[in-house]
């Protein structure tokens, strides 16, 4: 088993609509979680990084951690085109210098 | 306002070839990082570095090896190119403490024939 699974789609939806990508992993050491956005035939860019559970929101973007699940999400709120991508989450545990990284989910935006 | 450069995005190389990929960053980061991508994969890391002529192995460094003689360069190592060894290569960097935030590069793309 993965220590972190992330479907990876692919996702179409249309503009406009809300969408939720989600990873859920195994380590419970894990604290530090972010997600990842990646273009095509670019490398990763970092959108959201969250310390430990809650909620971080930053413009359409809203990154959720339920570490009593093993479960984050990220949400898009009125999607653009301009959001497809491939969309990495990442995490790791206090004191590890390594990222581990889910799959990556391929989300394409339809006009 | 690049901060991680890969000195090379496409490269084709044949079998049994010697193919060296570098990185530079201009961030003073300590910690550096090779990892490849592929599809259904993921990112998987090859080698990492917390120091200068500090290396430690990934979680798939199996025909790989890496040097970093200075801060700001990391290099990864292909001493004999395999067919299986075509993928992209991306180079990451960050600060050892704070807020672990990786910066990666644009890419490498390899294809060995």
């Known amino acids: 088993q993965k220590e972190v699974e992330q479907d990876p789609g692919p996702l179409s939806v249309p503009e406009g609509a809300i969408v939720s990508l989600n990873c859920t992993y195994s380590?419970?050491?894990?604290?530090?979680f972010m997600w990842y956005r990646q273009y095509s035939r670019k490398g990763p860019e970092l959108l959201m990084y969250?310390?430990?559970?809650g909620n971080k929101e930053d413009g359409r973007f809203t990154a959720q951690v339920d570490k009593s699940s093993k479960y984050i999400s990220l949400f898009i709120r009125d999607s653009q085109p301009s959001d497809s991508a491939t969309y990495l989450c990442?995490?790791?545990?206090?004191?590890?210098?390594?990222?581990?990284f889910g799959q990556g989910t391929r989300l394409t935006i339809n006009p | 306002d690049v901060k991680v450069t890969q000195s090379s995005r496409y490269l084709v190389k044949r079998t049994g070839e010697k193919v060296f990929l570098e990185c530079v960053q201009d961030?003073?980061?300590?910690?550096m990082f090779w990892y490849r991508q592929d599809p259904g994969l993921g990112l998987r890391l090859i080698y990492f570095?917390?120091?200068?002529?500090?290396?430690e192995k990934g979680d798939i460094p199996e025909g790989y090896s890496v040097s970093r003689e200075k801060k700001e360069r990391f290099s990864l190592i292909l001493e004999s190119a395999s067919t299986n060894q075509t993928s992209m290569y991306l180079c990451?960097?960050?600060?050892?403490?704070?807020?672990?935030?990786?910066?990666f590069g644009a890419g490498s793309r390899l294809t060995v024939l």
């Open positions: 570095s917390y120091d200068v002529k500090m290396k």
């Open positions: 380590n419970s050491a894990f604290q530090y």
């Open positions: 990451a960097s960050k600060f050892s403490s704070g807020a672990n935030v990786l910066t």
């Open positions: 961030m003073d980061h300590e910690n």
């Open positions: 990442a995490m790791k545990s206090q004191g590890a210098q390594k990222l581990v």
């Open positions: 969250t310390y430990s559970s």
